[in-house]
């Protein structure tokens, strides 16, 4: 089984070294094609106004100037001779639940896979900005990663399809089992935007990074990593509200 390895914050990043160890306990044959700076809240960008350059770190390690889904197209059509039976994207360092996943690059990586046609993992490790307990940030996902992908190593994946995973911010012990269940949605209280002035007078802003407090759907990825559960979640490309159709086709007629 041929396996590529992909993710958004970067070739040096500590969780791609969690995820390239994850991958190798399923394969001898695991190749990395990720962006060589951090791209995350780069969503489902393709690089078009500026050149994108390859870099060879080893036979099968590379990296490419550019986003996520940048580093898959060029990971299938220039660095591997075949395509992989299984792409996993990841381990990002922070949640990628609810309305996060159009921002993320590191379930856009996975929905690029999914285009392409193959099988594609997302994974993402909850975490806090202060250093936990049982010091390594990852331990859940390089724990119950493993444990997370083997069903899904002979589940049939439907046709632009993909399925992302959250592991809880808990050390390994604490994790309370794995749950499929749906996306959900935060309360929309993100957007806390920070302004301040630089050293020559103007304004600047950041985007708050405050916890986003919310009560969240049963059944939902949001509730499965509140109840210290590993969230299981099959999404799909298709971003069509099917039940909004014919109402509006309605609307339409005679126009
Ligand atoms: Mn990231």
């Known amino acids: 089984m041929r396996i590529l ?3 958004d914050d970067g070739i040096h990043a500590p969780g791609l070294a969690v995820l390239e160890e994850i991958a190798r306990q399923f394969s001898d044959d695991v190749w990395v094609c990720a962006p060589s700076d951090n791209q995350t809240g780069a969503g489902h960008s393709l690089t078009l106004s500026m050149p994108v350059r390859l870099r060879k770190h080893s036979a099968r390690r590379w990296s490419v100037t550019g986003t996520p889904t ?6 299938l059509k220039q660095v591997l001779d075949s395509p992989p039976d299984l792409i996993l994207s990841g381990v990002n360092a922070g949640a990628n639940l609810g309305d996060d996943l ?8 996975a929905m690029e896979g999914a285009l392409a046609g193959i099988k594609s993992i997302a994974m993402s490790q909850v975490m806090k900005q202060e250093r936990p307990a049982w010091d390594d940030r990852f331990a859940a996902a390089r724990h119950w990663g493993p444990r997370a992908i083997q069903p899904l190593l002979d589940a049939p994946f439907e046709l632009r399809t993909l399925v992302s ?3 809880p911010c808990r050390a390994p012990e604490d994790v309370q089992g794995m749950r499929v269940v749906r996306q959900g949605f935060h309360d929309y209280d993100r957007s806390s935007v920070i302004e301040a002035r630089d050293p020559r007078g103007q304004r600047y802003y950041w985007f708050g990074l405050d916890a986003i407090e919310h009560t969240p759907d049963h059944g939902t990825d949001l509730e499965a990593i509140a109840d210290n559960c590993i969230s299981i979640t099959p999404l799909q490309l298709d971003l069509t509200h099917h039940a909004s159709l014919a109402g509006l086709a309605q609307r339409f007629e005679g126009h």
């Open 5 to 7: 390895v992909t993710n």
């Open 102 to 109: 159009t921002y993320s690059g590191t379930v856009s990586a």
């Open 165 to 167: 995973i959250n592991f």
């Open 70 to 75: 940048d580093a898959i197209s060029i990971g």
